[in-house]
């Protein structure tokens, strides 16, 4: 892991709010995950910023069942918290091709752009996550 700065910038433009971050040692590529997101059209949300609780271990995000993030895009600031990991852009592998990593990260933040509702959220929050990565080059 690297050392970064405690605040990254969801986003390029000057107007771009902050994500703070709970941790000073964060994953390698963490503040890239995030700009590639904030860069989607439909993520405004994300550009407002907001906070990323890095955790240790497994969350179960109200459920029994451990999970690698969770999304919390309705609160004030919106609040994603994700299993740390060696990169930012490494989580579980897709279920359409297992071959691909689908960033944690990525992901709950694809949560936050709106991705939120339905039976196939999940599925619509890996699509997002899946075009963050294509847009950054990964």
């Known amino acids: 892991m690297n050392r970064l700065a405690l605040l990254l910038l969801a986003g390029c433009s000057s107007g771009a709010?902050?994500?703070?971050?709970?941790?000073v040692d964060l994953p390698y590529h963490a503040e890239e995950v995030v700009k590639a997101v904030a860069a989607?059209?439909?993520c405004d949300a994300v550009r407002q910023?907001?906070?990323?609780?890095?955790?240790?271990?497994?969350?179960?995000?109200?459920?029994?069942q451990g999970v690698s993030g969770c999304a919390h895009p309705f609160e004030t600031?919106?609040?994603?918290e994700v299993v740390m990991?060696?990169?930012?852009?490494d989580g579980p592998p897709s279920k359409v091709d297992p071959k691909v990593?689908?960033?944690?990260?990525?992901?709950e933040l694809c949560h936050v752009c709106g991705y939120t509702d339905g039976p196939d959220a999940e599925a619509q929050a890996d699509s997002c996550?899946?075009?963050?990565?294509l847009m950054a080059g990964k």
């Open 85 to 89: 990991r060696g990169d930012a852009w």
């Open 77 to 80: 600031p919106p609040l994603v």
């Open 101 to 107: 990593a689908i960033s944690s990260l990525a992901h």
């Open 129 to 133: 996550a899946m075009r963050a990565r």
């Open 40 to 42: 989607l059209p439909e």
């Open 49 to 64: 910023g907001g906070v990323i609780r890095w955790r240790d271990s497994t969350l179960t995000c109200g459920g029994v």
């Open 17 to 23: 709010a902050p994500w703070s971050q709970s941790v």
